[in-house]
């Protein structure tokens, strides 16, 4: 099955374990690929800062367009902030065809036109209802023999649209770490939100988030986090040691992406397609014990 | 008695992206007990919204609620009201800035800086933000802040995550910025609106 994969900025960079990951892991579940051609930044959580409303969904709706043009694949937006910046203006424009009008208006001084016929996907949505359960499952060659992994899904990833996953009970992500082999734990911060966008200028205010996060996970016997956003991913996992000063706690637990389980599982190679080595907190002792 | 003064509350809701969807909360509360943030909040939404009612141009303007939002959606898909409560946050945010009230100078360069790059690159560099970010406020403490974030920069190219190269601009730089220029004529929001 083909889809655009649209990357977005943070994977080339904070998140490349996460695209690195990917890739294999999805290939190997029959999976291709094609970029967007030159396409541009979602403008993320926070442009609103500097930008209008329609200018953001202009933003967007360019990216849309492009790939409409070239082709009918639906477009995998593995990031959670590029996936919500790209559904926001496909729901809006469902609610408000003037909304459509004005979109065009712009992108015309461009030479773009959007029809507003591109389905845009989660990564988790794709896996979860294109490859299936079973499919994955399949294809393990090392499960995780019930590793206890707390599957953090955060925010944007489900909410506010809730196109393929509950967005108060998530069940996708624990349902896709268990046809690995792991265990996931049950946890109440599972949609809580780390900070986001905001985390880095908001540090003091965010770094309680993320411990109320980390405790409650590792409080439900969870050895590893996942997760499947590249903030949530950079939150959770960067600024444990400044956590641990501030609240005097010792916070020290892997977060992985859930692609690079995926790798994992499917017997790939732990560093080329894992990617394990480029996670701050290293997984790789626990995940090699796991898989034996 | 202060009489009713509704210019404020015509003023959102002309003009601030979104700002048209108060009318719709009922003040229940639902929202504020929802935001991760609210108790580093002066004001939680519903409270914004009630002053955006009374007219207190000062204090929703220059409230620090309005630059707090971490955008998890939480409030939109719990308002019984289905007000998009974030959204109206970030229009409030956004003109609020626009009118040159400050109330949290770091966020507010972060996602200005933010925006800048995609205007001027299509794309942002995530190397380059924070530096940004840290210099908006002088050179002393723009070198104090990053001496502070020199630990997580460190750890981030040590594992090669963190892009050498500068961000190149996208080719169809020229194209993208003539369509958000228009997007931004015809937007809510900034100074001209």
Same mark, same amino acid.
């Given at each position: 099955?083909?889809?655009?994969?649209?990357?977005?900025?943070?994977?080339?960079?904070?998140?490349?374990?996460?695209?690195?990951?990917?890739?294999?892991?999805?290939?190997?579940?029959?999976?291709?690929?094609?970029?967007?051609?030159?396409?541009?930044?979602?403008?993320?959580?926070?442009?609103?800062?500097?930008?209008?409303?329609?200018?953001?969904?202009?933003?967007?709706?360019?990216?849309?367009?492009?790939?409409?043009?070239?082709?009918?694949?639906?477009?995998?937006?593995?990031?959670?902030?590029?996936?919500?910046?790209?559904?926001?203006?496909?729901?809006?424009?469902?609610?408000?065809?003037?909304?459509?009008?004005?979109?065009?208006?712009?992108?015309?001084?461009?030479?773009?036109?959007?029809?507003?016929?591109?389905?845009?996907?989660?990564?988790?949505?794709?896996?979860?209802?294109?490859?299936?359960?079973?499919?994955?499952?399949?294809?393990?060659?090392?499960?995780?023999?019930?590793?206890?992994?707390?599957?953090?899904?955060?925010?944007?990833?489900?909410?506010?649209?809730?196109?393929?996953?509950?967005?108060?009970?998530?069940?996708?992500?624990?349902?896709?770490?268990?046809?690995?082999?792991?265990?996931?734990?049950?946890?109440?911060?599972?949609?809580?939100?780390?900070?986001?966008?905001?985390?880095?200028?908001?540090?003091?205010?965010?770094?309680?988030?993320?411990?109320?996060?980390?405790?409650?996970?590792?409080?439900?016997?969870?050895?590893?986090?996942?997760?499947?956003?590249?903030?949530?991913?950079?939150?959770?996992?960067?600024?444990?040691?400044?956590?641990?000063?501030?609240?005097?706690?010792?916070?020290?637990?892997?977060?992985?992406?859930?692609?690079?389980?995926?790798?994992?599982?499917?017997?790939?190679?732990?560093?080329?397609?894992?990617?394990?080595?480029?996670?701050?907190?290293?997984?790789?002792?626990?995940?090699?014990?796991?898989?034996? | 008695?202060?009489?009713?003064?509704?210019?404020?509350?015509?003023?959102?809701?002309?003009? =601030?992206?979104?700002?048209?969807? $108060?009318?719709? @909360?009922?003040? /229940?509360?639902? #929202?504020?007990?929802? !935001? *991760?943030?609210?108790?580093?909040?002066?004001?939680?939404?519903?409270?914004?919204?009630?002053?955006?009612?009374?007219?207190?141009?000062?204090? =929703?303007?220059?409230?620090?609620? $309005?630059?707090? @939002?971490?955008? /998890?959606?939480? #409030?939109?898909?719990? !308002? *019984?009201?289905?007000?998009?409560?974030?959204?109206?946050?970030?229009?409030?945010?956004?003109?609020?800035?626009?009118?040159?009230?400050?109330?949290?100078?770091?966020?507010?360069?972060?996602?200005?800086?933010?925006?800048?790059?995609?205007?001027?690159?299509?794309?942002?560099?995530?190397?380059?933000?924070?530096?940004?970010?840290?210099?908006?406020?002088?050179?002393?403490?723009?070198?104090?802040?990053?001496?502070?974030?020199?630990?997580?920069?460190?750890?981030?190219?040590?594992?090669?995550?963190?892009?050498?190269?500068?961000?190149?601009?996208?080719?169809?730089?020229?194209?993208?910025?003539?369509?958000?220029?228009?997007?931004?004529?015809?937007?809510?929001?900034?100074?001209?609106?």
């Amino acid at each position: 099955m083909k889809y655009y994969l649209y990357w977005g900025c943070s994977l080339e960079g904070t998140g490349a374990n996460f695209l690195q990951s990917l890739r294999p892991a999805c290939e190997a579940l029959g999976m291709e690929f094609e970029e967007i051609e030159d396409w541009n930044c979602c403008g993320a959580s926070v442009s609103y800062a500097g930008a209008s409303d329609l200018a953001i969904k202009v933003l967007n709706a360019r990216n849309l367009a492009m790939a409409e043009a070239k082709g009918n694949y639906d477009i995998v937006a593995p990031c959670s902030s590029c996936y919500i910046q790209l559904i926001k203006v496909n729901h809006e424009i469902k609610e408000n065809p003037d909304l459509l009008k004005q979109v065009n208006d712009c992108l015309a001084e461009g030479g773009l036109h959007y029809k507003g016929g591109i389905r845009v996907r989660h990564i988790q949505d794709v896996l979860y209802n294109d490859i299936g359960v079973e499919k994955i499952r399949a294809r393990v060659t090392k499960p995780l023999n019930g590793l206890k992994i707390a599957g953090y899904v955060g925010c944007q990833s489900v909410r506010p649209y809730g196109e393929y996953d509950s967005t108060v009970k998530p069940v996708v992500q624990d349902r896709l770490l268990a046809a690995l082999g792991a265990e996931p734990v049950p946890f109440a911060k599972k949609i809580s939100c780390c900070g986001s966008g905001i985390f880095l200028p908001e540090m003091d205010y965010c770094m309680g988030l993320v411990k109320d996060i980390l405790e409650d996970a590792l409080g439900h016997g969870a050895k590893l986090v996942s997760t499947v956003c590249p903030m949530c991913a950079m939150n959770l996992e960067m600024y444990q040691d400044r956590i641990n000063k501030k609240y005097g706690i010792q916070l020290d637990v892997p977060i992985v992406y859930l692609t690079q389980l995926m790798a994992v599982a499917f017997g790939l190679d732990l560093k080329k397609d894992a990617a394990l080595d480029r996670n701050v907190i290293p997984p790789e002792a626990i995940l090699k014990e796991a898989v034996g | 008695m202060a009489a009713y003064e509704p210019s404020f509350a015509q003023e959102v809701s002309g003009k =601030v992206d979104f700002g048209d969807e $108060i009318k719709m @909360c009922m003040q /229940c509360g639902v #929202c504020a007990g929802s !935001c *991760p943030l609210r108790d580093q909040m002066d004001y939680p939404p519903r409270q914004i919204f009630s002053l955006v009612r009374a007219g207190k141009r000062e204090e =929703v303007l220059g409230s620090k609620a $309005i630059l707090l @939002c971490t955008s /998890c959606y939480t #409030c939109v898909v719990k !308002c *019984p009201r289905k007000v998009p409560v974030m959204d109206v946050m970030h229009g409030l945010a956004h003109y609020a800035l626009a009118q040159g009230y400050v109330s949290r100078k770091d966020t507010a360069s972060f996602g200005q800086e933010f925006w800048k790059q995609v205007y001027r690159l299509g794309r942002v560099d995530e190397k380059d933000l924070p530096r940004r970010v840290f210099f908006a406020d002088g050179v002393v403490n723009g070198i104090k802040k990053m001496l502070d974030f020199m630990d997580v920069g460190i750890k981030l190219l040590l594992h090669r995550r963190m892009k050498l190269l500068p961000e190149r601009k996208i080719k169809g730089i020229q194209s993208l910025r003539k369509m958000l220029d228009k997007a931004e004529k015809k937007g809510k929001g900034g100074t001209e609106a």
